[in-house]
């Protein structure tokens, strides 16, 4: 029979011990979590033995399966470019217009052109290709310098104001800086610009028609529709590049912003930038 004091309330032996008149029970834990303790012990010796593990000075245990989580990484790896070798193959060799009427061949192309965009691209086009102020939008239906797939894949592999020698090359007068107009007819022009999208503050007047004739028209069309084999963008309509608004259209006109785009011909291969074409030109918005 037990010595130690059983508990007056609880009816269960204590351990013996008390701590400022509180008694210590004595209920041991269930067998079945003490055994299940005890296998999970086993286990995790087991385990490290088995699999790397314990940390050394310069390297791990390599467990005597040898088992190695990177060398799993590699074949998958090695297997999924097996597997898209004959697909990249195709895409190499084949035209623009080819790969997007096979349905696999596009679709392969854009998820690729895809994880490619959010990479080299999404950091001035946006993630979604909305584009930003300077930063065109790639869903639309504007575009400075062609939406055609061909036109599309150019721009990339050239790029715009590049050092690329084939590289897309405009420059908009400096008409104020410049002072090839005076204040007052950079304001006339400014109003007939805008009128030809309806900006509030626009105008149409002979005078600012004369002055976007002499001066503009040459790049943007005679009715503002914009000349992409110039990389004159369009002035009728609400997209624009640097602002909506008279204000902004004056300032551009007094002393332009120019862009530039990176030429990616020498860093991605010509795979990738046709992915890249035929992702970019279903988006919507091309042509």
């Not at 296998?39 to 385990?47: N, R």
């Not at 000075?57 to 060398?71: K, P």
């Not at 976007?212 to 309509?237: F, K, M, R, T, V």
């Not at 006109?253 to 990176?262: E, F, K, L």
Request: glycine share 12%.
């Amino acid at each position: 029979m037990s010595d130690k004091p059983i508990d007056e309330l609880s009816g269960v032996e204590t351990t013996g011990h008390e701590w400022d008149g509180i008694k210590e029970l004595n209920n041991p834990l269930p067998r079945w979590w003490l055994w299940t303790f005890y296998g999970s012990i086993v286990f995790a010796l087991g385990y490290t033995i088995a699999y790397p593990a314990w940390p050394l000075i310069s390297t791990a245990t390599g467990g005597v399966l040898g088992y190695s989580s990177r060398a799993n990484l590699d074949e998958s790896l090695a297997s999924a470019r097996a597997a898209q070798g004959d697909l990249l193959a195709q895409i190499e060799t084949r035209p623009l217009a080819d790969i997007i009427a096979d349905d696999a061949l596009a679709r392969f192309a854009r998820a690729g052109g895809r994880s490619t965009f959010k990479v080299y691209c999404s950091q001035c086009h946006g993630s979604g290709a909305e584009g930003a102020a300077g930063y065109p939008n790639l869903n639309d239906d504007e575009w400075i310098w062609g939406g055609s797939v061909e036109q599309i894949y150019t721009t990339i592999a050239h790029g715009a104001r590049s050092t690329d020698p084939e590289t897309h090359y405009n420059v908009m007068p400096n008409f104020g800086a410049d002072a090839l107009l005076s204040k007052d007819e950079i304001d006339v022009v400014a109003r007939q610009v805008a009128s030809l999208s309806g900006i509030p503050g626009g105008e149409a007047t002979p005078e600012g028609a004369q002055l976007y004739a002499d001066n503009c028209a040459s790049c943007h069309g005679e009715a503002g529709q914009g000349l992409a084999e110039l990389g004159g963008p369009s002035l009728a309509d609400p997209i624009w590049l640097y602002g909506n608004s008279l204000a902004a259209i004056t300032a551009q006109i007094h002393a332009p912003r120019h862009g530039m785009m990176p030429a990616w011909s020498g860093k991605l291969g010509d795979a990738a930038i046709k992915q890249l074409a035929v992702y970019v030109h279903g988006l919507g918005g091309g042509q």
